[in-house]
């Protein structure tokens, strides 16, 4: 597998000791509907895997709660013996249930075993960095975190991790963490029309941490935002393209994690964010949020 990181908008970042490459790849969309079971083509999750790192990704992000153990699975088969520059992110906090919920599981037994899960699901010996997932499935709820957050601590200390994070966060719980241990980022919702993160962003980019959006696509539409399809309509591109375009530019230490279960379509996100945008562009665009 080749590895041309240089090819990729937005250069790198590091998350502690570890260089990743600001365009990474989101591995959710490789389990069947919901989130739930085998992916309908299981040799286009593996192509999409496999392209990702030749395009030059060095940066997936995975849960053993996605399928639940699906694309853990996929990654380990399509990807294994890894890279040695590939870097693979998880988290840990919630489980599924049999409708296809996400129920936490934050209990210190919870934890554990999801580290432990992902290790082997992932023929791993030890994981690069793993985010403590609080809050719901309708965002972040305020409430301490130390518990889970220490326990996670511990295997850290073990050396199951090299590197936590935490998502789904308030701004406090990013703070709480961070009087316990360093954190090397923080996963939360954030995109053009979705704005309640930008203190944080600037705050964390400060510090050195990465923030990583997930759906940094989700709010857009043409006819919910006549501003970006106009945007993207000057540019020749897709409303898509310029969302992450704009993401990569917002600030240095935003790093995206575009989910898709087509080769074709990881292309044109990859040529997306690369998009050049004008400061007109990215006046308009701001806009959006606000």
């Known amino acids: 597998m080749s590895t041309h ?3 990729l908008p937005g250069g790198t970042w590091s998350l502690g000791d570890l260089a ?3 365009f990474g790849y989101g591995a959710m969309q490789l389990a069947g509907p919901g989130v739930m079971g085998p992916p309908a083509d299981r040799e286009g999750a593996l192509a999409v895997l496999r392209e990702a790192v030749d395009l030059g990704v060095t940066h997936i992000d995975t849960s053993d ?5 699906v694309t853990n699975q996929l990654i380990r088969e399509a990807l294994h013996p890894y890279p040695e520059s590939l ?3 998880t988290k840990v906090g919630a489980t599924r249930d049999r409708e296809g919920g996400w129920p936490p599981a934050r209990e210190p037994e919870d934890l554990r075993r999801s580290v432990h899960e992902n290790l082997r699901s992932l023929g791993l010996e030890v994981l690069d960095v793993v985010n403590l997932r609080i809050g719901d499935a309708l965002g972040p709820r305020p409430g301490s975190l130390a518990e889970p957050f220490e326990t ?3 295997l850290q200390r073990q050396g199951l991790i ?3 994070g935490v998502s789904n966060a308030t701004a406090e719980q990013v703070a ?9 980022c923080v996963q939360n919702m954030y995109n053009l029309a979705h704005r309640q ?3 944080l962003v600037d705050e964390l980019a400060g510090q050195g941490v990465a923030y990583v959006p997930f759906f940094p696509l989700g709010g857009f539409s043409p006819l919910q935002s006549t501003t970006l399809s106009t945007v993207a309509a000057r540019l020749d591109a897709t409303p898509m393209s310029v969302a992450l375009a704009w993401l990569l530019r917002r600030s240095p230490n935003i790093l995206l994690i575009p989910g898709t279960s087509a080769v074709g379509h990881l292309r044109e996100n990859v040529a997306g964010a690369g998009l050049p945008l004008s400061g007109e562009d990215l006046a308009e665009l701001d806009a959006i949020g606000h």
């Open 162 to 164: 090299r590197h936590l």
């Open 5 to 7: 990181s240089t090819a």
């Open 197 to 199: 993160d930008d203190k």
């Open 152 to 154: 996670l601590v511990e």
């Open 65 to 69: 709660a996605y399928g639940p153990r």
């Open 87 to 89: 870097r693979i992110v």
């Open 176 to 184: 709480e963490a961070q009087a316990i241990a360093p954190i090397v």
């Open 20 to 22: 990743v490459t600001r």
